[in-house]
């Protein structure tokens, strides 16, 4: 008995396999974007680029009189006002007070943000709700309330600490940075912590199950595991950090009026402050250019030390 088998069927099946799908209909949403971003791109461009480029555009001013009391007259300097700035000591001064600060506050500052962050992922920690809304608390407090408030406490006739800070000398020339940093501290290792917690949160539990069997601890799990994962985080509050050291102004304004070992050339936003008070407005512009193209430089150098490290 013999049996025939058929391969018009698969064949038939085969071609329709193989046969081309039509194209699906693109449908338009160039509408809908420009609807989405259009908002965005508004307000970016007249707070931001508009901004910059009156800025840049200012700083190749400058204002002369005719004798000392004729009206003044603005006319084109060229780069007199950047010579200026090169020339400035206190600006310069400034970058180098804030460079000391970067260092005397972000290596701390995101240590425990990673601390507190590897903590909150961790199951040996109860409570972790309670401690993410504690972490993150002071962030909700302006900078502002938060420097008059740590000001009260450093300073001897208000502090409720007034045995510490009478021997402490937290407002005198040689800790006041400190003590600025400690406030800088406090507010923003919640908002650190955050992103960290957050990029920790999105590494998938197969990764710490496939290292509970293999008989990794939760030191072993956060040292090998959960740290190199999350490294692009930790940079990128590393670039945040630069960023926000050089645009310092509200905690040393505030102690400023608390003592007087804080001038008001103290950071470089003070000194490009003072400047637009004189009022010199295109040297404060020829400032704040040079301070902006100072920030992209450290930033970007930044990157390029730690971009192995972030994508390896």
């Avoid at 025939?4 to 071609?15: D, F, I, L, Q």
């Avoid at 193989?18 to 609807?35: D, F």
């Avoid at 005397?104 to 409570?127: H, I, N, R």
């Amino acid at each position: 008995m013999s049996t025939t088998v058929s391969t018009e069927a698969p064949a038939k099946a085969g071609r329709a396999a193989s046969a081309p799908r039509p194209p699906r209909e693109r449908v338009p949403h160039k509408r809908a974007l420009l609807a989405f971003l259009g908002p965005f791109l508004i307000l970016f461009i007249l707070f931001y680029i508009v901004p910059i480029a009156y800025a840049l555009y200012q700083s190749f001013f400058k204002i002369e009189r005719q004798g000392a009391f004729g009206p003044p007259k603005q006319v084109f300097g060229g780069l007199t006002q950047y010579a200026l700035v090169f020339s400035n000591g206190d600006f310069w001064s400034s970058i180098g007070r804030v460079l000391a600060f970067f260092f005397a506050s972000v290596p701390l500052q995101l240590g425990l943000a990673l601390v507190f962050a590897l903590l909150l992922d961790s199951p040996v920690l109860k409570g972790a709700k309670f401690f993410r809304l504690s972490f993150f608390a002071p962030y909700a407090v302006p900078g502002v309330i938060a420097a008059l408030m740590w000001g009260f406490l450093y300073a001897p006739s208000l502090s409720p600490f007034t045995a510490l800070a009478e021997r402490v000398d937290f407002l005198g020339p040689k800790l006041v940075l400190y003590s600025i940093a400690n406030i800088v501290i406090w507010v923003y290792t919640g908002y650190n912590m955050l992103i960290i917690y957050s990029a920790l949160k999105a590494i998938p539990e197969e990764l710490f199950e496939a290292a509970r069997v293999d008989g990794a601890g939760q030191f072993r799990i956060a040292w090998s595991i959960k740290i190199p994962i999350v490294m692009p985080a930790i940079i990128l509050t590393g670039v945040f950090s630069i960023i926000g050291t050089l645009q310092l102004f509200n905690e040393p304004t505030v102690m400023r009026t608390l003592t007087g070992s804080v001038s008001n050339s103290y950071t470089p936003n003070m000194v490009v402050y003072a400047t637009s008070n004189v009022p010199n407005y295109n040297l404060s512009a020829a400032f704040s250019v040079v301070l902006a193209l100072a920030t992209c430089l450290l930033s970007f150098l930044f990157l390029k030390l730690t971009q192995k490290q972030a994508f390896a």
